[in-house]
């Protein structure tokens, strides 16, 4: 790489006495007399792959996605192939890394959080035992790693003389339908409200009204013992929350929130999910939105938790804010292009902790006559 001019902010040279397009002394840079970039002592090309995505959980397991497959990092750089995937986005919990394309690692263990809920299954009168009365019958599936999908629609038969019922689920390829049924009912609809598998065992509350991972799904995190994930209709955002501890359902009558514009970024704190738009800045408890911040942030990741605190900073398009409470740290003190993309981090090092802010240099600065 051939460096035409080095002007960051680690320049050892007063600012002042360097010209243009010039190469100026900087900290941690090596560069020749012919403008070449050169490899700093002691490091050393370690992997070369193809990156698509990469993540860092908060107990520092680091993730890639390399030719579709998702790698764990591991000492020196080495790689270990999990599963394939198409993801991301990814957000974290005890060691629990999820996904946007809908699966679960844990300790090198995947499940895959996609369990289609069943159609509407077909029932037919037959010869047999059951007392007379109506029935009513629905399906769930259950997925190779031992998850129950939301229910299908419910449907009804009656049995004016008794006799037997055949029910017959649509199959979903790869998982198990599994049939519940409840006792006989009367016009009057005196019992019938319990459904029963088989085996005696109650349909669990959890699955009624409950879907499977959300269509689209774009950013995600993980709060209140929920999973959050992001589906994108137009104008506004759809936020998902999935059941406490259940990350595979998902209540679409209920479970939502919406969000006006394209969700950036989220992330949570331990009283509120904050969301970042194009144009504002949002808290949620999952029950309502409540404004932070009239203006938004650049397409990206511009937002980062501080360690051991329960506290945001904030790279917005009018500069840098923390919260809470949400403070603009920057606006009367340094003027900068935000950026149409951007990513954040703090960095630790040489005992230093940074917050650090990348982007493209596009935009143009909200205070730049101050």
């Not at 005890?94 to 679960?104: E, W």
């Not at 017959?168 to 409840?182: E, H, R």
């Amino acid at each position: 790489m051939i460096i035409k001019s080095f002007l960051g902010e680690r320049n050892v040279s007063p600012p002042r006495s360097i010209p243009d397009n010039a190469l100026a002394a900087a900290l941690d840079v090596d560069i020749d007399n012919a403008g070449i970039l050169l490899q700093r002592p002691g490091y050393g090309l370690a992997q070369s792959v193809s990156i698509t995505a990469a993540y860092t959980t908060y107990d520092g397991i680091s993730y890639i996605v390399s030719g579709g497959t998702l790698c764990r990092v591991g000492e020196g750089l080495s790689l270990t192939g999990t599963t394939d995937t198409n993801a991301t986005e990814f957000c974290d919990y005890s060691r629990h890394l999820f996904t946007n394309d809908g699966l679960q690692v844990h300790d090198g263990v995947v499940v895959n959080l996609n369990v289609p809920t069943p159609l509407i299954p077909t029932l037919t009168a037959t010869a047999g035992a059951l007392p007379a009365g109506t029935y009513s019958a629905l399906v769930t599936n259950i997925s190779p790693d031992g998850l129950m999908s939301g229910v299908s629609p419910i449907v009804s038969i009656n049995l004016p003389s008794g006799g037997g019922i055949t029910v017959t689920p649509n199959i979903d390829a790869g998982f198990t339908p599994k049939v519940w049924m409840t006792e006989a009912y009367n016009d009057e609809r005196t019992g019938g409200e319990v459904f029963y598998d088989a085996s005696g065992a109650i349909l669990p509350a959890m699955s009624v009204n409950s879907d499977s991972f959300p269509d689209a799904a774009d950013k995600m995190e993980f709060f209140d013992s929920r999973l959050c994930v992001a589906s994108q209709f137009g104008s506004y955002t759809v936020l998902w929350f999935s059941h406490r501890n259940h990350f595979h359902l998902f209540d679409r009558a209920a479970g939502f929130v919406v969000v006006p514009g394209k969700i950036e970024c989220m992330k949570a704190l331990s009283s509120a999910l904050v969301i970042a738009t194009s144009t504002e800045i949002v808290a949620t408890d999952l029950l309502s939105l409540t404004k932070v911040a009239d203006y938004g942030v650049p397409t990206g990741r511009s937002m980062v938790k501080l360690p051991d605190s329960d506290s945001l900073l904030i790279h917005t398009h009018r500069g840098e804010c923390s919260y809470p409470p949400f403070q603009n740290l920057t606006d009367k003190k340094v003027s900068h292009p935000p950026g149409l993309n951007c990513s954040v981090a703090i960095v630790h090092q040489r005992g230093i902790q940074q917050f650090v802010v990348l982007n493209d240099g596009e935009g143009a600065a909200f205070n730049k006559s101050r």
